[in-house]
T-cell receptor, first 109, second 113 residues
Framework: GQQLNQSPQSMFIQEGEDVSMNCTSSSIFNTWLWYKQDPGEGPVLLIALYKAGELTSNGRLTAQFGITRKDSFLNISASIPSDVGIYFCAGRAGNMLTFGGGTRLMVKP | DTEVTQTPKHLVMGMTNKKSLKCEQHMGHRAMYWYKQKAKKPPELMFVYSYEKLSINESVPSRFSPECPNSSLLNLHLHALQPEDSALYLC????????????FGPGTRLTVT
């Protein structure tokens, strides 16, 4: 089946730093979604991308849909302690989402 | 409002018990999903309901039985589960099947003893 490689697996950064994470695939996706999940909670949708090359922002978050449709990245600027959590990318092809393995973000105050 | 609700929040059950997980959304979404998530792993798709009909079953064991009584409700009936079935069970919904972003509920933490 389709595989999504998400990197890095974890990051430990200082408050105020910018963060970048990405997902790559061997397959083409029609939609890219980025979610954040806090411990014991469900994933919360952060950004949805629908077109190759699309760049979308949501506050301090910026995400891009790669031009080849096989990758996407998420940037977080000026990180704050509440950014802590696991970030998942998800690519849609057909009826189903394929999730990346997640990036665990830890922020040191 | 992009809220999906799930009950119960936590559930502990024995291997001989029968229990049900419930999910509800009032966004008018016509596709609903069940996912299973183990610790430190991404969600794994179990079932997809599209317009109240089961459209995808990802080879899930028969001890998990989904039900969609109406367009707002989704149940997951559990029977004779195994300890390895302990996980966070997530419900999600989307405006239509496959085309739109999925919104997740808070999940039910299931422990099988």
């Amino acid at each position: 089946g389709q595989q999504l490689n998400q990197s890095p697996q974890s990051m430990f950064i200082q408050e105020g730093e910018d963060v970048s994470m990405n997902c790559t695939s061997s397959s083409i996706f029609n939609t890219w979604l980025w979610y954040k999940q806090d411990p014991g909670e469900g994933p919360v949708l952060l950004i949805a991308l629908y077109k190759a090359g699309e760049l979308t922002s949501n506050g301090r978050l910026t995400a891009q849909f790669g031009i080849t449709r096989k990758d996407s990245f998420l940037n977080i600027s000026a990180s704050i302690p509440s950014d802590v959590g696991i970030y998942f990318c998800a690519g849609r092809a057909g009826n189903m989402l394929t999730f990346g393995g997640g990036t665990r973000l830890m922020v040191k105050p | 409002d992009t809220e999906v609700t799930q009950t119960p929040k936590h559930l502990v059950m024995g291997m001989t018990n029968k229990k049900s997980l419930k999910c509800e959304q009032h966004m008018g979404h016509r596709a609903m999903y069940w996912y299973k998530q183990k610790a430190k792993k991404p969600p794994e798709l179990m079932f997809v309901y599209s317009y109240e009909k089961l459209s995808i079953n990802e080879s899930v064991p028969s001890r998990f039985s989904p039900e969609c009584p109406n367009s707002s409700l989704l149940n997951l009936h559990l029977h004779a589960l195994q300890p390895e079935d302990s996980a966070l069970y997530l419900c999600a919904s989307s405006q239509g099947p496959g085309t739109y972003e999925q919104y997740f509920g808070p999940g039910t933490r299931l422990t099988v003893t």
